[in-house]
């Protein structure tokens, strides 16, 4: 049986401010809307410190996360990057933990819902839960774009209203007798003493928890690589100020024994400094703020929470029939699993209780994702390319890991009991239902040679199939190699070492070493140095010790190689990639984007009917990166002839980049003191902006 089969992709609609939503949304509920005075009854004064404690203990998971979800941007985060890492035992105990804590939150929001609507009205919540999580649930299932939608305008109204209320509430702080306020009210700071505290931190750590949902849906997002990290860290922020400084407000205009007992601490502190505004309005807008808090929650739990069984089931762990995605392009069926989870919790089980429990999971979930990127690190895959890294690798997660014993400690016996049970029950699905249908192990056994004989294969071709799919990085040299790559074109048949030979000639000095040491390198180990792309093309790379720029050549073979094997007689093109060893990563990612752009299907009729070199170039550039202007006095070129490359900055936009002269049926590769002359073909490469105002300039 086939491991992996090939799925259908989820649709990539989520942009920067949609992973801020998701992130935000997933956090703000109960974390600040009910906790703080529960908590400052742990604590006292301290629990303004707790907060920010537990918001900088967040930051080993939140790296953690962000690493793993550039790196591998699939659907499933958690169960995905954990499966991969530690093999799919593992993955199937993360990946149903994960669901079940999602959708036991969610649940909780929504019932949770029901303390700040009955400030206003008297509703039965349990209806208007089961309301909410069905209209949430189409939501989903119609799409991403129409959820993250729904997703925005929540936090907007969210963190607006929050935000307004913090400043109004520091306004009134400081308008009383601070210093005085601070004695009073500040005396003794930690309470209960040092273990109160501790114990505090756990109970409030789970108000960050939501932080890194979204790393279930980064499959769904635009360059993961710099809208995940981003998006997560600016949520995080607005996280850690608004609970800080909210707390900090709620502690100054409270009584203590008043704070303690209460469970709406927002509302009730609200009203003191927000009566300036007419009626009700100020409470209103308290209320208004929680609801959108629980409902945000709710809904980016359900999106999240479905990624799980389409992941899953991607993998066999679960039916297959749960990876399917609907005529909306959405994981219908584990959408509509997670809402009737969601709706027989809320009618079956003491959701508030059963969602206290489910913490435990989440933080052991933490500790295991900072074990994940050690031992992806450690690996050495080679397609394992995370387009951000952790800081303070591997401190950074040996912290983390420890972080999540130490606060999973703090939970208490029957915490750590139902982690056991759901540990307990993932193990024996996995034992029962999957195992026969999986074959496949993690990359902890390519940590260690002694477990080689375990390696699966199969999770390399897979790391690179995602960096294929992620494509190049803005800083990749792509763009400038082909733009100065040599070209070889034979109209006769010729073997592959005669071609190799002259590559090498000419390839030596730029690659900085010997055409002897090029020519043993590209042939030492023709099984790994050589890719067959389609049936007409083949690519054969090497890298150097050296610290050299990416070098390319280009060989066109009109009438094929000269073989013993007919099969090579439709070779008709041959590409050499060399490049430095220090940039395994970049290339792999030019590796990859080379035979993206082989894969198209007109390649190999352009590229037989190219009638120069600069075609030939021409076609293997994403045309709106590149231009070819001939200099011509009479022209609008003219501006350039006898001027020094290093002069044209003003000529030049962007970033813009003179790669290549032809002259005289010769290549020059300029450097800054190279002079232009009249009649030099130059070849520019560029951001596409950038090609798009040397093309308008050359119209005007």
């Not at 908590?39 to 953690?64: D, K």
């Not at 490049?579 to 035979?595: D, F, K, M, T, Y």
């Amino acid at each position: 049986m086939p491991e992996l089969k090939e799925d259908k992709k989820l649709k990539k609609e989520l942009r920067l401010f949609d992973v801020y939503a998701i992130s935000t949304g997933a956090m703000f509920s109960s974390g600040f809307f009910l906790l703080p005075g529960l908590a400052a009854a742990q604590t006292g004064p301290s629990v303004i410190l707790a907060y920010f404690v537990a918001g900088l203990l967040i930051l080993p998971a939140m790296f953690s996360v962000a690493e793993l979800s550039t790196a591998m941007p699939r659907a499933g985060g958690a169960y995905y990057f954990i499966d991969r890492s530690l093999g799919p035992l593992f993955g199937t105990v993360g990946g149903i933990g994960s669901w079940l804590a999602l959708i036991f939150k969610s649940a909780f929001a929504l019932i949770g819902m029901g303390a700040y609507i009955a400030i206003f009205i008297d509703l039965p919540i349990t209806p208007v839960a089961l309301a909410l999580t069905i209209i949430f649930g189409i939501t989903n299932i119609v799409g991403a774009k129409e959820s993250s939608w729904l997703q925005n305008v929540l936090v907007s109204t969210l963190v607006s209203i929050l935000l307004f209320y913090v400043f109004q509430g520091l306004f009134a702080v400081f308008n009383v007798d601070f210093f005085e306020v601070l004695r009073s009210e500040f005396q003794p700071f930690f309470q209960f003493g040092v273990q109160g505290f501790f114990a505090t931190i756990g109970f409030v750590f789970v108000s960050y928890a939501g932080l890194t949902k979204v790393a279930s849906v980064s499959e769904e997002v635009q360059n993961p690589d710099r809208n995940i990290p981003l998006g997560m860290m600016l949520s995080l922020g607005t996280a850690t100020f608004i609970y800080v400084v909210g707390v900090f407000i709620m502690v100054m205009l409270l009584e203590p024994e008043a704070l303690h007992a209460d469970l709406t601490p927002v509302a009730t502190a609200g009203e003191v400094f927000m009566n300036w505004l007419p009626g009700n309005t100020g409470l209103l807008l308290v209320v208004i703020a929680a609801i959108a808090a629980f409902a945000s929650t709710a809904n980016a739990g359900i999106m999240s929470a479905a990624r799980y069984p389409l992941a899953m089931a991607r993998d066999e762990l679960i039916p297959r029939r749960f990876s399917k995605l609907g005529r909306f392009g959405t994981p219908t069926l584990a959408t509509l699993a997670t809402v009737i989870a969601m709706i027989l919790l809320i009618l079956l089980l003491n959701v508030e209780a059963v969602a206290k429990l489910a913490s435990a999971f989440q933080l052991l979930l933490f500790g295991i994702l900072n074990v994940s990127v050690i031992v992806m690190r450690e690996s050495e895959i080679e397609g394992y390319d995370p387009g951000f890294r952790s800081p303070w690798y591997p401190y950074m997660q040996i912290a983390g890991f420890f972080i999540s014993g130490f606060l999973i400690a703090q939970m208490g016996f029957l915490s750590i009991a139902f982690t056991i049970v759901i540990a307990a029950i993932s193990v024996i699905w996995y034992f029962g239902y999957a195992q026969s249908r999986v074959k496949r192990q993690g990359a902890i056994f390519h940590v260690h040679a002694r477990l080689g004989q375990y390696q699966y294969e199969g999770l390399e071709r897979e790391m690179r199939g995602i960096m294929r799919e992620k494509g190049l990085r803005k800083e990749d040299p792509y763009e400038k190699a082909i733009g100065r790559s040599l070209v070889f074109d034979f109209n006769r048949p010729v073997t592959v070492e005669s071609v190799t030979d002259m590559v090498c000639a000419m390839m030596a000095e730029r690659a900085k070493t010997t055409k002897k040491t090029l020519i043993e390198m590209f042939r030492q180990d023709p099984d790994e140095s050589i890719i067959p792309v389609g049936h007409s093309t083949a690519l054969k790379h090497i890298r150097i010790d050296n610290d050299m720029d990416t070098e390319v050549a280009l060989v066109r073979l009109t009438e094929g190689l000269e073989t013993d094997n007919s099969d090579d007689d439709d070779i008709h093109c041959l590409i050499y990639l060399a490049s430095s060893n220090q940039n395994s990563g970049q290339h792999l990612r030019i590796l990859a984007h080379l035979a993206e752009m082989i894969d198209n299907v007109d390649f190999e009729e352009r590229w037989l009917k190219a009638e120069d070199e600069g075609e030939l170039r021409e076609i293997l550039l994403r045309d709106e990166r590149f231009i070819n202007i001939t200099l011509k006095k009479g022209s609008k070129s003219e501006k350039a002839i006898g001027k020094m490359v290093k002069e044209l900055d003003e000529l030049l936009p962007g970033e813009s980049l003179i790669t290549m002269v032809k002259r005289d049926g010769e290549l020059i590769f300029p450097h800054g003191n190279t002079v232009l002359q009249e009649n030099d073909q130059l070849s520019i490469i560029g951001e596409k902006k950038d090609i798009e105002e040397i093309k308008k300039r050359g119209e005007d």
